[in-house]
């Protein structure tokens, strides 16, 4: 049996100290792809690099049993403010390691040794899926294309995190 697309409720999330809707690249380029994806996009927002402004807008979200999925971007960074992986951990249920294990493998391809400087992060809170994600534009792409778009899919075989979602399959055969 052919299985047919189900779309996913997502949510972005922009981490900077700097960056406004104008210069948010990132922010917009993740929006871009959830809709591209036949996705729905829950809410878009930016917010300062800090442990508690992040925490309250990704709880806000993992807490609506709209949103299955939040994206973050920005704030992975090994300097200065950089605290959204310390943001957003603590709220996890369960870490996703292969995520981040396979993040900075396709980015070894990419930009090289400058991949081990990644803390790119995923997991699951609530029945929330979070990808914690870097800053750049470069990077968001690459994580949505060649890592979260197949498992947003529930097409994708053997499996998806979509089969995962009971909400979202109540009523479907697989």
């Known amino acids: 049996m052919k ?12 981490v900077s100290d700097t960056r406004g809707e104008a210069e948010d690249k990132s922010g917009k380029l993740l929006a871009a792809r959830v809709a591209d994806a036949g996705h729905r996009l829950h809410e878009k927002a930016i917010c300062r690099d800090d442990v508690y402004a992040i925490r309250a807008i990704v709880s ?17 960074g ?13 709220l996890l249920d369960k870490v996703i390691d292969g995520f981040g294990e396979m993040f900075r493998m396709i980015s070894f391809d990419e930009i090289g040794t400058s991949s081990l400087q990644s ?18 534009s470069g990077a968001c792409a690459t994580a949505w294309d060649r890592l979260i778009s197949a498992q947003l899919d529930y097409r994708t075989r053997p499996c998806n995190l979509v089969e995962l979602m009971p909400r979202l399959l109540e009523g479907r055969d697989g």
């Open 78 to 90: 090994v300097t200065g403010r950089d605290g959204t992986p310390e943001a957003i951990a603590p």
């Open 3 to 14: 299985r047919e697309l189900i779309p996913v409720t997502l949510s972005v999330l922009t």
């Open 119 to 136: 803390r790119a992060l995923a997991g699951v809170a609530n029945g929330t899926y979070v990808f914690v994600l870097p800053g750049s």
């Open 60 to 76: 806000r979200w993992i807490a609506d049993a709209e949103v299955q999925v939040v994206l973050t971007t920005g704030g992975t």
